[in-house]
Structures are given as structure tokens and as C-alpha cells.
């Protein structure tokens, strides 16, 4: 049997990135598939950007965090009006 | 394997996880395998202002080795009974070997 | 395009890869992690574990797929192969 994985998934990395895309894949050492991801950049003096990036593999080093996204939720939200400091870079320890 | 044993003992608690990145998160512990990794559902940011990164995520899995420190329900842990395995774990140090 | 952790860039043609993720990639364009660098390698080699990310373009998922498909319209004939030999041994 098989099913299409259509859920849309956010990813923070290591270096503090917000990658949100549709979830393809994934491996024992939580090595990622992402298809149409983009990236959320988030600032303390301008609402949220948003950087179309494509297909991603994401290596399971670089990854802190896999969140579910609930599209209704995510819909209801306006990025533009969000302010917020980037996550910090782990990445370089 | 005795903290992974320990951990699946807290499925279905509310649970508290610092992440090295300094983002804690408050969410039902659903999940635990070998690496330690997490997963937690209805989560929330504890600093939710400081935090609206994951404001519509819903359940998430974080990786087991960014995980700074996981903060339990008091209630929910024997101390004693930790004690013994872990004392139990250390008189066997090879996994399925001596005796 | 394959992205380390120290931020350095890799645009190329993926010739190989293994089981660790270590990639040779051929008619390379490398980018210092400031992006204010840039050289041409005719090939290069890259270990798995200092990779970050790969970019890859849009079509292979379909590849994937059209792949899987493949495999899996041979796939009677090498499970039956397979749950065999395994009988065999036991």
C-alpha cells in the first residue's frame, strides 16, 4: 500500500533556521525531505520574510526540531505583524 | 537504556524541554526512542513572546541531541526506584553480558 | 547545491554518493561562506558528515517516484527471490 505524505512540517535547524515545507522523507539519523520549502526569516524590526527555497534535503545534524503545522492555525496568522529576534546559531559549537 | 526506559515510563506527561538553543517547550511527552529524540504534542513556547517561531505547530519531534534538559512532574518520578536500576544497570556494565 | 557547516557552498553535477552521504561532484563551483568568493573545481569530494543542507532541483522528487514505481513492478520477483533464500538458510 501506498499513500501520499502530504503534511506541512516546519523545521528549525542548528544555525537557527525556519524552513517550512511539505514532508517527503525521512531516514534513521533524521535526515529530511522538504519539497516547495520556503524559509521564514524572522526580524526584531521587520515582519516576517519569506525565501523561496525548492527541494531540500536537510541533514539530521542540522536539525533541532520537526513541529507539525496546522494550517488552519498557520493561515490565521499574519507574519508581517510578527517581530521576533532569530533563533541562535548552534551550529558553531 | 536505562534513560530511555525512564522516559517511555513518562509517556502521556506534561513535560518541559530546554533545547541547547535556548527555546524551551511545555508539551505532552507522545514519544521517546534510543537517540533519546522527543516527541510532544500540544506544545506551546514557554516564552511564547520571545518564541512565535512555532505558533502553529501543533505536535513536534525535537532531536535528542539538542536537548539541554527535560524538566519533569515531580509527581510523575520514583527516585528510589530510579536508584535501584540505575544501580542494577552499573553492577552489568556490558548490555546482556556477564552472569 | 550542497551547503556545509561552515557555511561554504558546493554547485555541481552529483556524480556518486554513499550510504554516509559523502558526495563527489563534478564541474564544481565552490563559495566561501561570505559568498564573496568563488573558485571552479573540475571535481570534488565531500564527506558526509560536514554537510548542512542539499538544494536539489524541483523534478527529481518525480524521479523519485517514477523510480519507486519501477522497483515495485519488479518487486514480485525479487520478494519471492528474497523470502526464498532466507527459508533456505533457516
Redesign the interface.
Known sequence: MRFVITVTVEIITADGRVIVGTFKGFDQTTNVILSSCHERVFSETEGVETLPLGLYIIRGDNIVLIGEIDLERDASVDLSEIRAAPITDISRR | MLFYSFFKTLIGQQVTVELKNDLAITGILTSVDQFLNIKLDEIRAVDEAKYPHMMAVKNCFIRGSVVRYVQLPASAVDTALLQDAARREAQQPTTGGAH | MVEL?NGETFNGHLVNCDNW?NLTLREVIQTSPEGDRFWRLPECYIR??T????????E??EMVKDDAVRQRQQAPVSNSRGRGGRSGKL
Open positions: 557547516k552521504m558526509g558528515n554537510i548542512k543542507y542539499l538544494r536539489v532541483p524541483d527529481i522528487i
